[in-house]
């Protein structure tokens, strides 16, 4: 009998919420050991629920990283706040994620009621910002809280601590044969993680605001082919927004297709061709045609 085939196996779903920035996708990409989620430095960078699957011979973790926990302005945000709910709600197990160094992750955790459905853990990420007497205080004080049935501190950026909570996660899924084959590493097709390989290039090379008006799309991906051919399209709002992606003599949106293409290469362990472009989709955010024509989920009402 195959490992996996054993009854005593068990396999489920791992819901990672939190507020933005607290280091969800940086501690979703150290437990699985792969760059599934994009990171960044600037909050409201998870727009979708992004799967990452870890396996064993005894057990199977979809992690599921959800888009930070906030006040919706606009449609976009509506639907990301949709992902997160859901994400919570369906998921087996629930870990929050606390940035020890943010107050308001601090007192936002604190409010937090975790669903009924899933059983819920703490994760105290970044216990390197705090020395060790408030670190035990800050353990305690969530121990007490009665809402966590385990509390860990990490460090995911070190690795320091993700043992410690693998090692609570994975007695809390329930028995059942994998969900997935044990070598799958997401659930997502490859288009979707390429897009999301550009869009955390444009993060880092342009602007601080100008990131949160832009959507990937991808127009066809070749797989065929040698190099693999990708033609995508960064989508803005405004016609002033593509001149400043576009660059003067098309600089900034060669330099981002240089980066993007090597770290889509890196990703699809292939070469690639890139033929990236940019154009207006007015409005795009706040549209629920056009959010759905970018492959964002809109919430009903």
Not at 14 to 41: D, E, R, Y
Request: hydrophobic share 40%; proline share 7%.
């Amino acid at each position: 009998m195959n490992e996996a085939q054993q009854p005593d196996y068990s396999a489920g779903f791992v819901a990672v919420v939190g507020l933005p920035n607290v280091g969800k996708s940086t501690l979703v990409n150290a437990l699985t050991g792969q760059p599934l989620s994009i990171v960044t430095a600037r909050p409201q960078t998870t727009r979708q629920r992004v799967t990452a699957i870890y396996s064993t011979g005894t057990h199977q973790a979809i992690f599921v990283d959800t888009p930070g926990l906030l006040e919706p302005r606009y449609l976009l945000h509506e639907s990301m706040q949709h992902e997160a709910r859901s994400g919570a709600v369906e998921a087996d197990v629930l870990v929050y994620v606390v940035d020890l160094g943010y107050e308001r992750s601090l007192a936002h955790a604190a409010e937090y009621a975790p669903p009924t459905g899933p059983r819920s853990l703490v994760c105290l990420n970044k216990a390197d910002l705090i020395d060790a007497g408030a670190l035990r205080q800050a353990v305690v004080a969530f121990e007490a809280s009665g809402h966590w049935e385990a509390v860990v501190a990490t460090v995911a950026t070190t690795g320091e601590g993700l043992e410690a909570l693998l090692g609570a996660i994975l007695p809390m899924l329930p028995r059942s044969p994998p969900l997935y084959p044990l070598d799958d590493l997401a659930i997502a097709p490859v288009r979707f993680f390429v897009a999301e390989k550009i869009r955390e290039v444009c993060f880092d090379e342009l602007g601080q605001e100008l990131p949160y008006s832009l959507a990937i799309g991808i127009e066809e991906y070749r797989e065929g082919s040698d190099p693999l051919y990708i033609a995508a399209t960064i989508y803005v709002e405004r016609e002033s927004q593509k001149g400043i992606v576009i660059g003067k003599g098309g600089r900034t949106v060669r330099q981002i297709g240089v980066r993007s293409r090597q770290s889509i290469e890196s990703f699809v362990e292939s070469r690639v061709y890139l033929d990236l472009r940019v154009k207006v989709l007015a409005n795009w955010r706040k549209n629920p045609g056009k959010l759905k024509l970018l492959g964002y989920p809109v919430p009903h009402g």
